[in-house]
């Protein structure tokens, strides 16, 4: 059922609307409520596939269904269109106007409607791409704040990284950080390229999200078994490579990959005169799970995250063990 979440007339006899589709099932009383938001940030198109692919699942099984989906497909339906990263002629970032007021501005009305409406969740599950110079490998991020009720709900998403970040670096206006406040756990998370889809990457988290769905008690029909993360926390080590010149950036290394100390992440090269300007590495042994993905770089840019370890397994996600 196809439910109007938030509507504002604009110029020229247009309206702004926030639709949602609700797909429930099951039992008439007590039913619990599972949200899938994406589309806050316009350039970021991973979660359209999420949704269509979660949809026509359920379409498609409504007997393993018990409790309620609500699918928000675009929070941000003009950056969709526009193909912009924030609401187009405001120039802002939906993420920083959480929770919003009802009686604020248009984006501040939009914003505490969507709070509103997501409000009585069980669990929100808030769906970013990466922007169009990194991709990612899936994972969830999280605040160190509430990092112990929401880590043993992300190691069943089927992800690849859980990374907890600390307080000082998460902003209270993203609406991850607004509903959780409010009790609402929300789980945030980051894969892929922007403006971009990529299949794999959405295909894996739709599987996590019918394996949480299970534990969860509103999904009876088959799930593939979860991968394991690895979990990082708070005062962990991640090198952060930035490029030390301009050029363009020739990746080598495979993206998800597990790295020797000193092995090779990528090149820089000089187009013009055939020449590689400087060979960027794997300062410590680790995980690669960021990779520059626009090639044309300039001193300082991202190139590469890596997580740090001598074994992986080491990073392993293991009941009752982790830490913040």
Request: one cysteine or more.
């Amino acid at each position: 059922m196809i439910k109007r979440v938030a509507s504002i007339s604009l110029p020229v006899l247009e309206k702004l609307e926030i639709l949602k589709n609700r797909v429930e099932s099951g039992r008439k009383e007590k039913k619990k409520r599972i949200s899938i938001v994406t589309g806050i940030h316009g350039d970021e198109l991973e979660g359209q596939y999420v949704c269509f692919a979660l949809s026509e699942i359920l379409k498609a099984n409504p007997e393993y269904l018990d409790g309620i989906v609500d699918i928000y497909p675009a929070m941000n339906p003009l950056g969709i269109d526009s193909i912009t990263r924030g609401i187009p002629a405001f120039d802002l970032d939906m993420n920083r106007v959480f929770p919003g007021n009802e009686d604020g501005s248009m984006t501040e009305h939009v914003a505490a409607r969507i709070i509103d409406d997501l409000t009585g969740s069980d669990l929100c599950i808030d769906i970013h791409a990466s922007n169009i110079f990194l991709t990612e490998i899936p994972q969830v991020r999280i605040n160190e704040l509430h990092a112990r009720q929401l880590v043993p709900i992300a190691k069943n998403l089927n992800i690849d990284l859980i990374w907890v970040h600390g307080s000082s670096t998460v902003l209270e206006s993203t609406l991850a950080y607004s509903l959780n406040s409010r009790g609402v756990n929300t789980l945030v998370v980051e894969m892929g390229v922007g403006m971009r889809i990529t299949k794999t990457y959405c295909s894996q988290l739709v599987n996590g999200i019918l394996s949480v769905m299970k534990e969860m008690g509103m999904w009876s029909g088959p799930t593939e078994q979860s991968r394991l993360p690895l979990i990082t926390g708070v005062d962990e080590d991640v090198s952060f490579l930035n490029a030390p010149m301009a050029g363009i950036f020739i990746q080598t290394a495979v993206h998800g990959s597990y790295l020797k100390e000193g092995e090779e992440i990528g090149r820089i090269v000089d187009p013009l005169r055939g020449e590689v300007l400087e060979r960027i590495t794997a300062p410590r042994a680790g995980i690669l799970f960021t990779i520059r993905e626009y090639p044309v770089v300039d001193e300082g840019s991202l190139i590469a995250r890596v997580l740090n370890c001598s074994d992986p397994e080491e990073k392993r996600y293991k009941e009752g063990e982790w830490r913040i």
